[in-house]
């Protein structure tokens, strides 16, 4: 600290605030302090203002002046002669009278100056010099105020001292915000104490008490507050302040989670929301509900508020509380009706729509509601938005579309990890090699279960982690209404000069829209067909076992197709053994066999049973890796086809029970639970339980 | 062998004035009214608003401490106490209102609040507080010598400081010093108005502007740089290292450097190193006008021919070989406020001390 900053501090302690503090807290003989008259029976009391602003017809500083000199002279009368012709002769004061009512001050000072060069016994009347001094120093004081020099607000006022009257309440006003900004807030309060103690202007009352609201706090705000008077009609005059307080109070506390306010304020507010006409304070009850974890309250605040045309804020509140009480679904059409009002509603918008769409297993969505969200998506680059349309477009079979999307997420937030993980997911589903690969490589140093999909080390080690299989869900996030039509989706709009996502996913698969989570649809004889016998007896060409793997794995059975393609490489030669190699590559990749010697050990001739066995093995990490994370079609399409190769135990078949629990198909679920319960495998009376609560639920 | 001559001089320059040991021997000081009541009429009317602003019209009509101080000084040296109060009540009013007593250095007319830059330009106080204290010796106005004071111990506090292993003047209170810039300080040269220091001396004893002074002296010794041996506006003194132009300002000899020859004959110092490198670039370099010379290469990049720089040309001949002012010089031709301004300096100074070259 300079030496000078601390001369100043010294003089705000120890000068200042004795002088203004004097002045201040003894309203009811301010002549006391620093103009104190000599002769208080005959005092000699300057006129010539009065007269001037009389001659002026200038009431408001006539009045002001009468009650000035009052102060000053408290035995004082005004003249009765006030508006007769002025006896005052020279000419020179009453220009500087008029400059002075115009605000001339520098033109004041120049001609007072001039005259005394030319006439150096010449002195102006004390009474205009006093009041030049003080109008110069309330304009010099704005200004330093306006430059926030604080210190120097409050040396200026020491020195003009005459100037803290009422007629000068803006001065008044910066004097006290000047003494809370150099933390002497003691001192402000006796500078509003004395505005609200001395001042009569009802408007100047009312913004003291204002200002001071802003600036002081506690049982100091409480002490002004109480020097309210009554209005001529029986009214308190800060009675509206009071409510803004309150308002104030709440909103504060609305905008901040770890702040909290009395049950007292909180039903002040509550009431004066009810029995007003406005939104805004079914606005702030609303925040304040939903900030502090009452979401369903907030819901009926926001409900109010936007009934009240409370705007975007309050659509922004309703959508967020809906969602957060599970109810995004009907919080869409709003949530879609606001999405331009704004950032905030926009968001709320794409969020809530990203909620809902990432929801396993999909809800039931009308064709609309998902076709108008991409656009929005689009627009925005929202890579979440993206992202929940990939998941939707994923869990209803619309793969492609699903690759698309990911795609343009990662495009989008190149880290986000799930958005990668979508894609790779996806590219392994549509056995887009080349995507694949471009995923892992970028991804798999740095996430675990997106390594998982090529390299069955990273599975096991993903599936070794602990975990309970057997975890009854959380309370259904949407009614159940399987079985349902999932909404055909539409890849994303390619902007000009944004590069189509994926070129390989502009059109949705064909007929993907419609495949059911299990693989029961289209039965193993449609591949087969006339080489069905033949492919048993090896009598097969290698181009019909080509193309025989290739129907396989379009059917989702790469562990045959696989065969297929191993029986055409070994009687094959040149491009058919070609194809059949790509295909049992592919294959493998289906199978999330891509490692390198995992495949070397199936291709190299191993005993089929231990083939069987690694691939079973493989299906169940699989399976358990994607109930895990919450896929539960994944788990089951796993479960199943691990089923084909090798008898399924009983713990898998708990998976599979439980997946289907939250497939919500609760039939499939109560099967597998009771065949389960009734071999003795006693966990799965939980799951019987499950349903039987779940199902009551949702009928009463 | 340069450098020992050099503080040498130095040395001998401060012994003889008796200024500084004595400071009633004001008989040094700029008389009230040696200025011409027309020429100043007309600077007035041109540069002066009705409330006491000098307008900076070249700049976007903005308004600075430094002219703020200009017109006070010139308005005493014309003897006009009307417009020396006009001008010292909107200068304290508008711009005298920083917490530590110094003025906030920018005022803009087309911004709301009015002051756009709180920081203080050092001149500017310097010029302030000198004027205030003229004033009061020629009008007797007690007023004038408390905000002098006050203003000079300001200054003491805030912009003398030791700095760089020098006693300097920095030239503004926030952005400048060594511990703000990698090569700070970073200093202006022409911010030294030696001929107010003896006159502050006596207003706050406490500081030590005849250190101030002698620094001001070896620095602008120092500090010619490049091939014209000119100063550069904008100077980096580090502690540990050599003098160079500070960075992220034009390498120049500029607007500001201009005046340091004004400057140092209105305190009665002739005859030095930087003089005669002035002198010499002026005359034999640039045909005898000013010009704003590149430091690095020495070369010009503008030779200025407004008449209230051709006056600072025409001063410095004056006071070195008697040379007389030209004709067209005799006057103020008002074109800008700072050419304008230097002119008025120039002739205040020239009518008083060398009134040979106006006859």
Redesign the interface.
Known sequence: MSFLRSILLVLVGAVTVPAIGQQFTSPPTPAATATAPDSAAAPKVDESALRFFASQGDSRRLDAEIARLRALYPNWQPPKDLFSPTPDQDPDLARLWQLFSEGKFSDMRAAIAQRQATEPDWTPPAELMTRLDEGEAARRLVNASEARQWASVLRIATDAPGMLVCGNMEVLWRVAEAFVRTDAPKRALDVYTYILNTCTNPEERLATAQKAMQLLDGPDLDTLLALERTNPDGTREFAGLRDDLLRTRVGRAAQDASATVTAEDLAGLETLARGGTAADDALVLGWYAFRHGDAARAVDWFKLALDRDGGAKAAEGYVLALAATRRALQAEPIAYQWRESGADNRKAYIDIMAGLLSTSPPPRLDQSVVARFAPVVSEDKSAAGAQALGWYAYNTGQIGTAASWFGTAAQWAPDDEPAAYGLALAAARLKDKATLDAVVGRWGTRSDRILALVSPEARRRLASRPASVAVPPSAPATPPSRPQLPVQLNTPVSEPGYPAPLAAATSPEPGAGRASPSSGGRGPGQCAGSTEAAFRSGRISGEDAVARGWCLLDLDRPMEAVDAFDLAFRISTGRVAEDAAYGKSLAYLRLGLTNQAQVAAVETSQPSARAVELSADLLSQQAVAAYRDARYVEAILALDERSRIAPEQQDLMMIRAWSYFNLRDFPSARRLFEALQAAGYTEAGAGIDAIMATTRKWRS | MRRWVNRALILAGLLLPAVFAQPSAVHALPRSASLAADDWAAYRARFVD???RVVDDANGGISHSEGQGYGMLLAYLAGD??????????T???L??????LA?WRWDPAAD???TD?NVASDGDILIAYSLALANQAWNEPRYKRAATRIA??LG??AVRREGGRLVLLPGVTGFSASERQDGPVLNLSYWIFEAFPVLAVLAPDVDWTGLAASGRELLTLARLGPAQLPPDWLSAPANGPLVPASGFEPVFGYNSLRIDLYLLRAGITGTDVQKAIRNNWFVANGGVPAIVNIPTGKALARLSEPGYRMLAATLACAVDGTVIPADLRRLQPTHYYPSTLYLLSLSLVSEKYPKCLS
């Open positions: 009705p409330s006491g106490r009307g417009s020396f109060e006009r001008i010292w009540s909107f304290r009013t508008e005298l209102i920083r917490d530590d007593g906030a609040p009015h002051v709180i111990q300001a506090q805030q």
